[in-house]
Antibody
Framework: EVQLVESGGDLVKPGGSLRLSCVAS????????PGWVRQTPGKGLEWVGR??????????DYAAPVKGRFTISRDDSKNTVYLQMDSLRTEDTAVYYC??????????WGRGTLVTVSS | QSALTQPPSASGSPGQSVTISCTGT?????????VSWYQHHPGKAPKLMIY???KRPSGVPDRFSGSKSGNTASLTVSGLQAEDEADYYC??????????FGTGTKVTVL
């Protein structure tokens, strides 16, 4: 059974940093393209970004609102993808979901972890 | 990038059908056959229901179907069941390694 389990969500002040983790199981993580989607309070879903598998180059792509502030990385030895979030803003408050991308679809999702940015 | 437009809510009685629209632009929905639909029961992991406009992943009932015309995609749930009550989101590839989601539709089974 495929599982994606996020952790690391917390309350952080504006301008602060936070790192989310997502541990995957039930599939071969090293060939996956894991990523992140967020859901802001009372609003819909927003794609955050994803990282290619190493054999495809390992590059990460980001949505415009987070580019330059967020960094996605992976550790295939730990079946884990990370989301490093810097220079956090109040509008980054959201539930962050870990996902896997497979040919233009997000085929698996985690249950999410809550990030609150507030003073 | 603007979110795709969905109706906030839709409803139907058990056994009936409900159709949800998802309107974008020629830069997303109209430009690619990479529209997906996700079912989300709050507190649970979202689930892929439809991909590539009209394909169903293994395990998704054939009561769920998808289509597209121009810049608008649609999800139809036939033979509504109580467990279909959830939030539904469309998504489209938008080029340049980017994706856009819909505003979401809450489906209520009356």
């Amino acid at each position: 059974e495929v599982q994606l389990v996020e952790s690391g969500g917390d309350l952080v002040k504006p301008g602060g940093s936070l790192r989310l983790s997502c541990v995957a199981s039930g599939f071969t993580f090293s060939i996956a393209w894991p990523g992140w989607v967020r859901q802001t309070p009372g609003k819909g879903l927003e794609w955050v970004g994803r990282i290619q598998r190493k054999s495809d180059g390992g590059a990460a792509d980001y949505a415009a609102p987070v580019k330059g502030r967020f960094t996605i990385s992976r550790d295939d030895s730990k079946n884990t993808v990370y989301l490093q979030m810097d220079s956090l803003r109040t509008e980054d408050t959201a539930v962050y979901y870990c996902t896997t991308e497979d040919w233009y679809k997000l085929n698996y999702w985690g249950r999410g972890t809550l990030v609150t940015v507030s003073s | 990038q603007s979110a795709l437009t969905q109706p906030p809510s839709a409803s139907g009685s058990p056994g009936q059908s409900v159709t949800i629209s998802c309107t974008g632009t020629s830069s997303d929905v109209g430009g690619y056959n990479y529209v997906s639909w996700y079912q989300h029961h709050p507190g649970k992991a979202p689930k892929l229901m439809i991909y590539d406009v009209s394909k169903r992943p293994s395990g998704v009932p054939d009561r769920f179907s998808g289509s597209k015309s121009g810049n608008t995609a649609s999800l139809t749930v036939s033979g509504l069941q109580a467990e279909d009550e959830a939030d539904y989101y469309c998504s489209s590839y938008a080029g340049s390694d980017n994706y856009v989601f819909g505003t979401g539709t809450k489906v209520t089974v009356l």
